[in-house]
């Protein structure tokens, strides 16, 4: 059996948290004739910068040329966290535990408990013993990847990697707590609820859906990709999608427009992110830019 610790060392250098985030998302949607994942942002006071709906889970995180490009001509790199922050292990080592009290064993009857348990070993390696208090979305995040039958590879690797070489800076949006605040919207009990139904389903719902995600997103179709995540949202509630989404949205155009005169930003976001009357396109449009999308 693998080590609990180093596992949890890994959850906290990995973005499968954060797919996670993207997938059970959901919101109104408007139509904004979508055919591209990657936007331009131009305006008269500002530099051009791009937008790109990113997914933070996929078996080929190759850049296409147009991104490649686009960042190359971009002065820095922002995405949604500064995954190579050093603080991140830790913080997100206290972030998964509930409080209260809380424990799987007390969310769940007596044979599902085991049934996840089982489960949970044999496909991660893990003791829940080891890890009582875990947050069931922690453990449905981790998952994620055995959905997909290949290697796991992040488009924001990609891009940080690419920056690097060009010397440019990369800085994150927001800080863990902030990405985290979305949970609290969640209860305990709906999260192993849907752990629950996860497991006895042996994830065929979830790979399907997953392999849709992967489908709709190599064809850049953010109509089909929004689309999906709104039918496919696992938790629906107005206050789940205020902190996921539009709380978090409208506070990062605020940080977009202190940055955008002095520099030429290229933005890689959650594609969930992108789309709908409070989603950046729309905001950065409402604020006066010119958003266009890049074939």
């Not at 629906?236 to 030429?264: G, P, T």
Request: glycine share 6%.
């Amino acid at each position: 059996m693998k080590n609990s610790k180093k596992w949890i060392k890994g959850l906290a250098h990995s973005h499968w948290i954060f797919l996670l985030l993207c997938v059970i998302g959901s919101s109104a949607w408007s139509q904004v004739q979508q055919g591209s994942l990657l936007w331009k942002v131009t305006g008269p006071s500002i530099k051009t910068t791009y937008l790109l709906g990113t997914i933070h889970l996929t078996c080929d995180a190759t850049l296409k040329k147009k991104t490649q490009k686009a960042l190359a001509n971009s002065d820095q790199l922002v995405l949604e966290m500064d995954f190579d922050d050093p603080s991140l292990a830790m913080g997100m080592m206290q972030a998964m535990n509930m409080q209260g009290g809380k424990t799987l064993k007390l969310l769940m009857n007596a044979a599902d408990y085991i049934l996840v348990q089982q489960f949970i070993e044999q496909e991660l390696g893990i003791s829940l013993n080891m890890l009582p208090s875990i947050k069931p979305i922690f453990l449905q995040t981790m998952l994620f990847p055995k959905m997909l039958d290949c290697p796991t590879q992040s488009i924001e690797t990609m891009l940080s990697q690419q920056v690097k070489k060009e010397g440019k800076t990369l800085i994150g949006l927001e800080t863990l707590e902030e990405q985290m605040a979305a949970l609290e919207a969640i209860s305990y009990e709906e999260q192993a609820t849907q752990l629950v139904d996860l497991v006895k389903n042996k994830m065929v719902n979830e790979k399907k859906e997953i392999q849709q995600m992967m489908d709709l997103y190599r064809a850049e179709n953010l109509d089909g990709l929004y689309q999906l995540i709104q039918e496919g949202a696992a938790f629906k509630s107005a206050e789940f999608d205020q902190k996921l989404l539009i709380d978090r949205n409208n506070r990062w155009m605020q940080k977009f427009k202190s940055m955008l005169a002095e520099k030429s930003l290229f933005i890689g976001v959650g594609a969930a992110h992108l789309a709908g009357p409070n989603g950046l396109i729309a905001l950065f449009r409402k604020s006066g830019f010119t958003v266009e999308p890049v074939y």
